[in-house]
């Protein structure tokens, strides 16, 4: 990911004027919700979200949050906006389906009405976890986490589309809990930068973590204790942080043989399908949980050599280095607590 933005470096005088106007609206629209409060939607709301734009793991940490409420006794839903999403499906949503299949999700931009509609549906739900609402304060909640992507914090950059930021770094003084995500360990100078924007350092730091790979055949075989060690690998990924899904794959232990990168959300056609078969030639295709959620589909209705090739999935989770009982801790007082005044 390209530290100065987005767009291409021909356009940078446009992307800096561009920033400009971005930033104003995000002050507008910080102004207008200081003096007001989120609604509520009748059960406590814990936000999982970042200050940037691209991947910074939300959804591997969010699922850690759903786990550890789980196991403390609560029955959380999963919110999210869903991009593109229809008639309540969405990549997102069917990743965590897949992750989390006795997990309610409720999807739709208008999150207030979705969670209503999903604890209609499921009335033992005691709390929720939104995916991405950090700036989505129409919602109100217990908990606002933000997470830090070591491999690219961006906090120190400019507003988009200069640069990666949907909010002024200062933004982070209004979480509640900072954690790093995709970090090596404690980086004292990265701590020093979000203490600098945010007045205290980051809470938590935290790697990915895979706890199982699928791998999916001819058959429809499925396996969850396979390796990629020693196998010759295709990454393929339309996400937001498609270099350290590259880098995860390599830490495995694959031959990465090869890369495709789409956008973000990439809408993937029996076409592509069938062009990664034949890219990857004799060796393994590997994707995200978000893209196969997608892909999956297509393969059936696809040629043989992509019904007949090897497509591995890894499920990520999070591990601490440090700061996991600050989270926990976190966490399950939001969930049982009243909203906040």
């Not at 880098?247 to 990664?276: C, I, M, P, Q």
Request: charge should be positive; charged fraction near 25%; glycine fraction near 10%.
């Amino acid at each position: 990911m390209s530290a100065r933005g987005p767009l291409p470096s021909v356009l940078a005088p446009v992307a800096h004027v561009a920033a400009l106007g971005y930033a104003l609206g995000v002050r507008v629209h910080g102004a207008w919700w200081a003096s007001r409060r989120g609604a509520d939607v009748g059960v406590p709301v814990i936000s999982v979200g970042n200050v940037s734009a691209g991947g910074t793991g939300k959804t591997p940490f969010v699922r850690w949050v759903v786990e550890a409420l789980r196991h403390a006794g609560h029955s959380p839903a999963v919110a999210m906006r869903g991009y593109r999403a229809h008639a309540g499906r969405s990549d997102e949503a069917e990743e965590y389906r897949a992750m989390l299949p006795e997990v309610p999700c409720a999807v739709g931009a208008d999150r207030v009405r979705a969670i209503a509609a999903v604890r209609a549906a499921h009335p033992s739900i005691d709390c929720a976890v939104l995916d991405d609402g950090f700036q989505h304060r129409r919602v109100a909640r217990a908990l606002d986490v933000v997470l830090v992507d070591a491999t690219n914090p961006a906090i120190g950059g400019a507003m988009l589309p200069a640069g990666w930021l949907r909010e002024p770094a200062s933004a982070l003084a209004r979480a509640d809990l900072v954690v790093v995500t995709r970090a090596a360990g404690v980086d004292p100078s990265l701590a020093e930068l979000v203490r600098r924007f945010r007045g205290r350092e980051p809470d938590a730091w935290t790697r990915h973590a895979w706890d199982r790979i699928e791998r999916h055949g001819p058959a429809g075989a499925f396996a969850s204790d396979a390796s990629l060690r020693g196998r010759r690998a295709l990454v393929a990924c339309a996400i937001g942080n498609p270099g350290a899904f590259v880098a995860d794959v390599r830490a495995a232990g694959a031959e990465v043989v090869g890369t495709v990168h789409r956008r973000d959300h990439h809408a993937f056609t029996v076409a592509d399908v069938e062009r990664l078969a034949r890219d990857a030639g004799d060796a393994d295709i590997v994707l995200t949980g978000k893209d196969w959620a997608k892909v999956g589909p297509l393969v059936a209705a696809s040629r043989a050599q992509a019904r007949d090739a090897q497509w591995w999935v890894p499920r990520a989770s999070i591990a601490f280095h440090a700061g996991e009982e600050r989270v926990r801790a976190s966490v399950l007082a939001a969930a049982s607590r009243a909203l906040r005044p």
